[in-house]
């Protein structure tokens, strides 16, 4: 069974710092690509940042410099280091793992930023 569970999301006042979590679990996590998705109210879900099965990022540009994804193979979890929040960062953040034809979400994890 596959699981992948984020954790870490919480209330921030803006030009806070959050770090995301997620575990995965009941899959070969290395081969993944991991990334963090996230939607807010009456938007769609949008990229976030990704990381490949080989350790490459990339950034969506609305927080190029401020977020960083990085990954632990060893531990099959992946993070999102988040920086200088800002409002508009309010959302439910998703962490997803793809390969190939392999597609999973996790649940989600509330982040709110606001004085």
């Known amino acids: 069974q596959v699981q992948l569970v984020e954790s870490g999301g919480g209330l921030v006042q803006p030009g806070g710092a959050l770090r995301l979590s997620c575990a995965a679990s009941?899959?070969?996590?290395?081969?993944?690509?991991m990334a963090w998705y996230r939607q807010a109210p009456g938007k769609q879900r949008e990229l976030v940042a990704a990381?490949?099965?080989?350790?490459?990022?990339g950034y969506a540009d609305s927080v190029e410099g401020r977020f960083t994804i990085s990954r632990d193979n060893a531990k099959n979890t992946v993070y999102l280091q988040m920086n200088s929040l800002k409002p508009e960062d309010t959302a439910v953040y998703y962490c997803?793992?793809?390969?190939?034809?392999?597609?999973?979400w996790g649940q989600g994890t509330q982040v709110t930023v606001s004085s």
């Open positions: 997803n793992a793809k390969e190939y034809l392999l597609d999973y």
């Open positions: 009941g899959i070969f996590f290395s081969a993944f690509n």
């Open positions: 990381i490949t099965s080989g350790g490459s990022p």
